[in-house]
């Protein structure tokens, strides 16, 4: 049995200790390095896991079947409670993110409407998976009872869960539905021909987004902007501009019931596209990041890969250069997920050094107004 590692106090004062500063992602079910838990400028990290992994049978034990999760999970569960306790230990936070959709373990798919797809983008491109209708109420409870677990032993003011459930691979609203599945034929249709709406998914990302709420009274729940939702209008049929309108309206119904217990979040941040073209979901950040929390996720590692973050010639301006584009235009990041590669280069190059201190001032030095609804 897991014990719990809850943190924090109830008070509404810690509360307002919003996800600020910079935290580190690396590989999914990889341990963080010793370097980002000691890094002087590093806030925090993201720990990302698929549901499959975590609990690949019902409770994390031997059983079969589709009875909801346990309070016991899987052995693989203790690498992810580590990082955990390990941030803890130096006062560092948690970003923890649990992928369901496509990476629903088989015996929580037993008794839901899947559709078989493949996985349009992203690492795991090509990849062919079963995608659980978002609105099906059976695969919400399974979930849902699981992120229950998860907040009776992890709950505290030093944690952040994006909501996940009504999407596919990743934290991000989108679904698989822009290229052709196995057969050859489009996704979106699969979408349709499923019954797929605009309400369906308002529900769905409510229902999801206060279970994450309800599990995790002291902490904060995002909701990832940068990829719109099928081009399918309120009358099942195809329409362009019903993919970003759908993002935007569940953006809207979300800040009006969490506020700003309701972070938003892009990703694919890059100083590369400050000639105008920002990430998807831009947008949601610049407009709500006055009431905090709003954050970005750089594209990639500046270190490994500067031509893409903005400056081929120099990793560490490249991590400056893009942590300002966040910062600017009015969006106003508050906070920013960066790749471990950098936190590793920034202790052997002082200029990456250099850059991190630049970024996690820039950040502590935002303005967020403190109180409004959720704080």
């Given at each position: 049995m897991l ?12 509360r307002?200790?919003f ?6 992602v690396?590989?999914?079910?990889v341990?963080h390095l ?5 890094h ?5 990290i993201m720990?990302r ?5 975590i609990?690949?049978t019902?409770g994390g034990?031997?059983?079969?079947g589709?009875s ?8 693989f569960?203790?690498?992810v ?9 130096v006062?560092?936070?948690i ?5 369901p959709?496509?990476l629903t373990?088989?015996?929580?798919l037993?008794?839901v ?5 493949t ?5 795991l491109s090509g ?10 109420t059976t ?11 998860m ?5 505290g003011?030093?944690?952040f869960?994006?909501?996940v ?9 989108g ?11 489009p996704q979106l249709q699969?979408?349709?021909d499923?019954?797929?709406l ?8 409510y ?8 599990a995790?009274?002291?902490?904060y729940?995002?909701?990832a902007t ?5 081009q399918?209008n ?7 501009s019903a993919a970003?309108?759908?993002?935007d309206?569940i953006?809207?119904?979300?800040k009006?019931?969490?506020?700003r ?9 890059s ?5 105008g073209?920002?990430?998807?979901g ?5 407009t709500?990041s006055?009431?905090g929390?709003a ?6 590692s500046?270190w490994?890969n500067?031509?893409a973050?903005?400056d081929a010639?120099?990793?560490s ?8 584009w966040g910062r600017?235009a ?7 997920i960066v ?7 920034s202790f ?10 630049y970024?996690?001032d ?14």
């Open positions: 014990r719990s590692i809850r943190t924090g106090s109830t008070t509404v004062a810690n307002r200790n996800p600020r500063g910079i935290y580190v690396n590989d999914r079910d341990a010793d370097a980002t838990f000691t002087p400028y590093v806030d925090g720990r896991s698929h549901w499959k992994t609990e690949p019902v034990d031997a059983q079969t589709a909801p999760s346990g309070t016991k999970l899987g052995t569960w203790g690498a409670e580590q990082d955990i306790t390990r941030a803890r230990a006062s560092k936070k970003i923890l993110s649990v992928f959709g496509m373990p088989n015996w929580a037993t008794g409407t899947t559709l078989w797809q996985v349009c983008g992203g690492g990849e062919e998976h079963h995608q659980p209708l978002p609105w099906d695969y919400q409870d399974r979930y849902i009872a699981f992120v229950q677990t907040g009776s032993l992890y709950d003011t030093d944690m869960v994006p909501t459930g009504p999407g596919s691979v990743s934290a991000e609203m679904l698989q539905d822009t290229c052709n599945d196995p057969l050859g034929n699969q979408w349709i499923a019954g797929y605009p309400s369906k998914m308002y529900a769905a990302w229902t999801f987004a206060s279970a994450f709420i309800d995790f009274p002291l902490g729940t995002t909701a940068t990829q719109p939702l099928p399918i309120e009358a099942g049929e195809q329409q362009a970003t309108a759908t993002r309206q953006l809207v119904n979300l009006a019931k969490h506020g217990r309701m972070s938003v979040q892009s990703f694919g941040l100083a590369a596209d400050d000639d073209s920002p990430p998807g831009w947008t949601g950040v610049q709500y006055p009431d929390p954050g970005f996720e750089y594209q990639t500046c490994n500067p031509s973050m903005g010639s120099s990793p301006n490249a991590f400056k250069l893009t942590c300002d600017s009015g969006a106003g990041a508050q906070y920013l790749y471990e590669p950098d936190v590793t280069a052997t190059n002082g200029a990456m050094m250099d850059a991190f201190k970024t996690h820039k950040l502590w030095a935002s303005n967020v107004r403190v109180g409004g609804q959720g704080a």
